[in-house]
């Protein structure tokens, strides 16, 4: 009896070690209206092999439970396709609930423009950290290294810091490759930007920003302490403000802009009229082309 017992007590504590919720979450979603008429069983194959690649794979050692899985969206819209080679864009989207409440804050909403692939059919997506196997998977695991770091980030000051370790690692390998968006010089808007305009030392108030917008600010408010989480969040923009002002075409600022918009506007469509017009006067710096959206949030009835 022992010896059948043993067996399965081993069984059955494997897998409670390894049936752990894996980190993300992701909707994917392979648009190829751009496309029509072509055949999309690879369409719906490639759908599948990235859902699984994102959601199945487990990417960290830190253990995450069912309801704690990152919340997130892919979409490519495919624009071409010859033979085995795809090319489009990928518009990724990721969001992290806020303490007690229902909540989800945007923390990423960016499109690739460069995404170029090889894919057949059922292949298996691989992927090595310390080799390039493929410009689909090394784009795919450079944006969940991404959005993981993005999200420790604002739970811990600098807490992605691993995360975008493994970023660099990939950007390493990837410098040979001859698709676009891995390099410096292949445009001022691309994967390599993304990732350097945040987490280059140089830029290191963006990281603070990060944390203590969303840990001491969006936390404190979804507990209850509304005025004061609101006070963090727009003294926290002093450090966006700061990056503008020492460089204004920062990649990333552009990007946190498009990214937190509208929830800006939510926030400060309410609370006491001296911060309002402070928050006003750093967005209408900070984005420019959209200031007179912001100028009417002092005058504006509160949203929520």
């Known amino acids: 009896m022992k010896k059948i017992i043993l ?71 495919v624009k071409s396709k010859d033979g085995n080679n795809i090319t489009g864009e990928l518009n990724i989207g990721l969001r992290r609930p806020v303490y007690k409440s229902n909540y989800n804050t945007p923390l990423l909403n960016y499109i690739d423009n460069d995404f170029s692939i090889n894919y057949i059919e059922s292949q298996p997506l691989d992927f090595n950290e310390n080799s390039f196997m493929s410009n689909l998977t090394s784009i795919l695991a450079f944006y969940g290294y991404y959005s993981l770091g993005l999200y420790l980030d604002t739970f811990g000051l600098y807490g992605g810091d691993d995360m975008f370790h493994m970023c660099d ?89 498009d990214t937190k918009r509208d929830e800006w506007k939510n926030v400060y469509s309410m609370g006491p009229q001296q911060e309002r017009t402070k928050a006003v006067n750093i967005l209408r710096e900070l984005d420019p082309t959209h200031a007179e959206e912001y100028e009417e949030l002092l005058t504006a009835k509160p949203k929520f």
């Open 169 to 257: 690692m990939i950007m390493t390998q990837a410098q040979n490759a001859t698709e676009a968006g891995w390099k410096a010089f292949d445009s001022y808007k691309n994967r390599y930007w993304l990732h350097d305009s945040y987490t280059n030392p140089t830029y290191r108030q963006l990281r603070q920003f990060m944390y203590e917008y969303h840990r001491l600010g969006l936390d404190i408010m979804g507990n209850g302490k509304v005025d004061d989480g609101r006070a963090t969040m727009t003294k926290s923009l002093d450090y966006v403000k700061s990056m503008y002002n020492s460089k204004p075409n920062l990649y990333f600022i552009q990007i946190l802009c």
């Open 7 to 77: 067996p399965i007590l081993f069984l059955l504590c494997f897998l409670a070690q390894n049936l752990r919720a894996q980190e993300f979450n992701f909707t994917v979603t392979v648009n190829t209206k751009q496309v029509s008429g072509t055949d999309q069983r690879v369409y719906e194959s490639l759908q599948e092999a990235i859902t699984n690649f994102m959601n199945n794979r487990i990417w960290t050692n830190i253990k995450f439970e069912e309801h704690e899985r990152i919340e997130g969206t892919i979409v490519i819209v």
